[in-house]
């Protein structure tokens, strides 16, 4: 099993920034596509950002395009979502996910359903 394990989240102002970052335990790293989801209280999970294997590929939610930032540095096992300009409706707690699962389109990197396997999540709060 890939363990990922989530790091950078805590309180911010608006319109500040925050990095989050997810580490991952398994070697072949590049073998994973990677997405970023939130979940806020009361809501469904839902989709920010995801990247293909390789980086050729790169996703976003509109809600976020222009804000956040996706990467991943395949050398270190790691997957970052740079946050700038947050608002209060960022707040959630954000969880990192891997899919083994070739992915043809955006459609399907923004579906959390083809992933299989999460992070514990990191609470992000932003306050007005």
């Known amino acids: 099993q890939v363990q990922l394990v989530e790091s950078g989240g805590g309180l911010v102002q608006a319109g500040g920034s925050l990095r989050l970052s997810c580490v991952a335990s398994e070697r072949t790293f590049s073998s994973y596509a990677m997405g970023w989801f939130r979940q806020a209280p009361g809501k469904e999970r839902e989709f920010q950002a995801a990247i293909s294997r390789t980086g050729g590929n790169i996703y976003y939610a509109d809600s976020v395009k222009g804000r956040f930032t996706i990467s991943r540095d395949n050398a270190k096992n790691t997957v970052y979502l740079q946050m700038n300009s947050l608002t209060p409706e960022d707040t959630a707690v954000y969880y990192c996910?891997?899919?083994?699962?070739?992915?043809?389109?955006?459609?399907?990197?923004?579906?959390?359903?083809?992933?299989?396997?999460w992070g514990q999540g990191t609470q992000i709060t932003v306050s007005s």
């Open positions: 996910a891997a899919s083994s699962r070739i992915l043809y389109s955006g459609t399907y990197y923004q579906q959390g359903g083809w992933y299989g396997y």
